[in-house]
């Protein structure tokens, strides 16, 4: 299996022992103002615009709350912050294994930088936890077809990525409409 998890009820379980319940549906459906966070990493494989995301982002979608975040606390901050995100916007990276504590329907958009492109790595959890998962390869090639080497990858492990604002806007709002899309059908 690709889940870390021995199944999908352990996960939740272990889950729940964290993040307090989730607001009722008929409140999330209802509420009009969701937070969106641009997550980076601190070293290696980071946004090098983070807060031209933000502003891009806050200035698209004004009635919305956007801000940028940088992940590096404790757990308990970790538990505490991904439970408040309704859309999250962040680079690949191990921070990604925090969206098992967000809740369900939220819309996550995992960015590759160039020659560092590993599809589908977060999407199993998103999908074990039922949000809504893009991934977008940040290159002027092709997206690769399959998985790039180990090799590659390591040799590429540094690479920070600077996404144009248009995709970016635009991958946001698409997350959007599937994230109420979702809640609408659950």
Known sequence: SAFAMASHE???KWKNLFVPPEEELTTRRARKRLN???LNRPATRKLLNPMDARDNIAKAFPEHNVFEHHLNGTLQEMVDFFPSVDVLVSPHGSQLTGIMFMQRCS???EI???LYYTPFYFSSLARMFQLTHAM??????EVP???LSLKIRLENTGNNMCPSMDKLVSA???LIRKRQNCLDSV
Not at 136 to 141: K, P
């Open 112 to 114: 590759f930088p160039h």
């Open 145 to 147: 077809t399959g998985r």
């Open 36 to 38: 969106i966070a641009v």
């Open 172 to 174: 946001v709002d698409d």
């Open 136 to 141: 977008w390869y940040v290159s002027h090639d």
């Open 10 to 12: 352990h996960a939740v």
């Open 107 to 109: 819309a996550v958009v």
